[in-house]
T-cell receptor, first 111, second 112 residues
Framework: QKEVEQDPGPLSVPEGAIVSLNCTYS??????FMWYRQYSRKGPELLMY????GNKEDGRFTAQVDKSSKYISLFIRDSQPSDSATYLC???????????FGAGTRLFVKA | EAGVAQSPRYKIIEKRQSVAFWCNPI?????LYWYQQILGQGPKLLIQ????????DSQLPKDRFSAERLKGVDSTLKIQPAKLEDSAVYLC??????????FGQGTRLTVV
């Protein structure tokens, strides 16, 4: 079993839809949770960075962490064609330095 | 603020040849990472430096891969000899305190 599981998609939605992206993990020691956006032929770009459980909102993006279920989500409201990219979840424990990435979910937002 | 710079952007080599990649992190960032991203997968950490010391190189294939970070700034990653399965994007990232990492655009390596 991989430490971090993420559905690779692709996920195709119409413009304006609410998008839900998810990851599950197995290591209960993970405390830091991140979402990165990666456009084609570009490096990953940090979108959201959260610590422990709860919600964090930034503009159209909301990150949600449920440590009891070992489940994290990224919600995108009013999705735009410019949101079309691969979204990578990542996580790290408090003691270690290694960040583990999910495989990424490809998202297409159609105009 | 300038981002993480990497070169070259693309490289095509034959198997068994050697190749080197260069990375210049964001100024002042003590932590530098090299990741390998195979098509359709998430980035996998190869090596992590804190200043010029190695923090984690547990997933670096040391029989063929080497990396150095002289003077705690720029870094180079070398592969010698290359194999077909080394075809991937090699990403360099840096962070101030080992937390939020900022990535470069990557070097796309094709081994034929």
């Amino acid at each position: 079993q991989k430490e971090v599981e993420q559905d690779p998609g692709p996920l195709s939605v119409p413009e304006g839809a609410i998008v839900s992206l998810n990851c599950t993990y197995s290591n209960s020691a993970f405390q830091y949770f991140m979402w990165y956006r990666q456009y084609s032929r570009k490096g990953p770009e940090l979108l959201m960075y959260t610590y422990s459980s709860g919600n964090k909102e930034d503009g159209r993006f909301t990150a949600q962490v449920d440590k009891s279920s070992k489940y994290i989500s990224l919600f995108i409201r009013d999705s735009q064609p410019s949101d079309s990219a691969t979204y990578l979840c990542a996580m790290r424990d408090t003691g270690g330095f290694k960040t583990i990435f999910g495989a990424g979910t490809r998202l297409f937002v159609k105009a | 603020e300038a981002g993480v710079a990497q070169s070259p952007r693309y490289k095509i080599i034959e198997k068994r040849q050697s190749v080197a990649f260069w990375c210049n992190p964001i100024s002042g960032h003590a932590t530098l990472y090299w990741y390998q991203q195979i098509l359709g997968q998430g980035p996998k950490l190869l090596i992590q430096f804190q200043n010029n010391g190695v923090v984690d190189d547990s997933q670096l294939p040391k029989d063929r891969f080497s990396a150095e970070r002289l003077k705690g700034v720029d870094s180079t990653l070398k592969i010698q000899p290359a194999k077909l399965e080394d075809s991937a994007v090699y990403l360099c990232a840096s962070s101030l305190r080992g937390d939020e990492a900022f990535f470069g655009q990557g070097t796309r390596l094709t081994v034929v």
